[in-house]
């Protein structure tokens, strides 16, 4: 178990650019979250995947930001168009198959943090 | 429909004991616990379960009111290790593991 992995660990980049970010679960959980948090605030729930299936998604996901697990491993994450109001940290998250009600718990990376200039 | 916690900040001197509260506006399922030091990731505590007794280990442990849609988490003896940020996160219905976290109650324990 080497624990959920996150890339880059920081990124900098300017307005308009467009940004992606990999996550890494551990290797035998099947469920994949992506997390974003400002400093002092409660981490913001982005999407999660269940294997490669996206089963649920903020309406922040429906303009610049998609994400994506192809093979049900890895996960990206990009921004589109960065805006200054992006610059925060964004976690993954990983877990293992629960039955239902999200029961088990969630392992999280040490995040990559974004600022936009 | 994001839980809100309170309170919002607690400080402690080592031994104290400390209620965080978590409550929702929806009916919840589950209730997790989640400790967040400064610059580290967010470490797993306890889940409750609706229906499920309280949970606890050593001095932390945590209850789950299904009526007043609010969970709670008790730490006893406080411990310089105790200060972090503490969050609640929710699941509302059984057929999801969307996972929605609380506003957070920063904890500082002093000698």
């Known amino acids: 178990d080497t624990g959920v992995s996150q890339d880059p660990r920081h990124k900098i980049t300017k307005r308009g650019q467009n940004v992606t970010f990999r996550c890494d679960p551990i290797?035998?959980?099947?469920?994949l979250y992506w997390y974003r948090q400002t400093l002092g605030q409660g981490p913001e729930f982005l999407t999660y995947?269940?294997?490669?299936?996206?089963?649920?998604k903020s309406r922040l996901l429906s303009d610049r930001f998609s994400a994506e697990r192809p093979k049900g491993s890895f996960s990206t994450l990009e921004i589109q168009r960065t805006e200054q109001g992006d610059s925060a940290m964004y976690l993954c998250?990983?877990?293992?198959?629960?039955?239902?009600?999200?029961?088990?718990?969630?392992?999280f990376g040490n995040g990559t943090r974004l600022t936009v200039t | 429909q994001q839980p809100v916690q309170s309170p919002q900040a607690v400080i402690l001197r080592e031994g104290e004991d400390a209620v965080i509260n978590c409550s929702s506006s929806?009916?919840?399922?589950?209730v997790h616990w989640y400790r967040q030091k400064h610059g580290e990731a967010p470490v797993f505590l306890m889940i409750?379960?609706?229906?499920?007794e309280q949970k606890g280990h050593e001095k932390i442990s945590a209850s789950f009111n299904e009526k007043k849609q609010q969970s709670s988490l008790y730490l006893t003896a406080s411990q310089l290790s105790y200060s972090g940020t503490y969050f609640c996160?929710?699941?509302?219905?059984?057929?999801?593991?969307?996972?929605?976290f609380g506003t957070g109650t920063r904890l500082q324990v002093f000698p």
């Open positions: 998250a990983s877990g293992p198959a629960g039955t239902g009600g999200n029961n088990s718990p969630l392992h």
């Open positions: 409750l379960l609706k229906g499920g």
């Open positions: 929806k009916a919840l399922y589950s």
């Open positions: 290797s035998e959980h099947n469920r």
């Open positions: 995947f269940q294997n490669e299936a996206q089963l649920e």
């Open positions: 996160g929710t699941v509302w219905q059984y057929n999801t593991d969307k996972l929605i």
